[in-house]
């Protein structure tokens, strides 16, 4: 098995500009714009992590609560919160920011899981996470159960299967 990495190693920030071209006809940032730059951001977070090529495997839900305007800047911060097998999932925080008015708003969080590959697109074995500070021990800890609920949302997993589930609602061998 690879080396344990911490996770702070994979931690990647990006920022973009929204311009004209990335707008819909509200002059808000499209959302199709948005899901293409946090794919980036946390593909990168995972080759980090892995030191190998990655695939987009899943995106959990994300919400477009807050428009984010033209002319906005657009942070983004990933981070591996988990190595499993082959698989890593990676959060990924969304902040726009007003330059001339001041502000700075959260707009956007998702969970992305990447598949190392290699170089015949193989899933491949990755490092083991080490989190450090109180929000990646978190992190750390609840990903279990969110592999669990992703897997069995794509029909990978039995739902009797999903130990971490079962333990959460309280569902014992009995039922
Ligand atoms: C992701 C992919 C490599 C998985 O290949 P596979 O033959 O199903 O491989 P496996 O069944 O061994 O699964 C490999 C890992 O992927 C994970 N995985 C597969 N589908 C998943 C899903 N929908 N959500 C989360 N994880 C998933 C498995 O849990 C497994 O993780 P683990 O090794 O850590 O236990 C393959 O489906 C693929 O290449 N998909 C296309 C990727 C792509 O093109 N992405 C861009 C889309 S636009």
């Given amino acids: 098995?690879?080396?344990p990495k911490y996770a702070r190693e994979?931690?990647?920030t990006m920022t973009e500009m929204v311009l004209p071209n990335d707008t819909n006809t509200l002059n808000n940032l499209m959302g199709g714009r948005l899901l293409h730059w946090m794919d980036i951001c946390a593909a990168i977070a995972a080759q980090k992590h892995s030191n190998r090529i990655v695939v987009t495997a899943s995106v959990d839900?994300?919400?477009f609560s807050v428009p984010i305007k033209l002319g906005n800047i657009v942070t983004m911060q990933a981070?591996?919160?988990r190595g499993f097998n082959s698989s890593m999932e990676v959060n990924?925080?969304?902040w726009a920011e007003d330059i001339p008015?001041?502000?700075r708003v959260s707009t956007n969080r998702a969970f992305y899981t990447f598949v190392a590959v290699d170089q015949?697109?193989?899933p491949i074995e990755v490092p083991p996470v080490i989190p450090e500070t109180d929000?990646?021990?978190d992190l750390y800890t609840s990903a279990l159960r969110r592999r669990q609920l992703r897997l069995v949302l794509a029909g990978r997993m039995k739902p009797q299967e999903a130990k971490e589930l079962r333990a959460l609602f309280g569902v014992t061998d009995e039922g």
Wanted: no cysteine; aromatic share 0%; net charge positive.
């Fill in 1 to 3: 098995m690879p080396q």
């Fill in 10 to 12: 994979s931690l990647t």
């Fill in 61 to 63: 839900n994300v919400s």
């Fill in 79 to 81: 981070k591996v919160t």
């Fill in 92 to 94: 990924i925080e969304v």
């Fill in 101 to 103: 008015a001041g502000t």
């Fill in 120 to 122: 015949n697109g193989r």
């Fill in 135 to 137: 929000a990646e021990k």
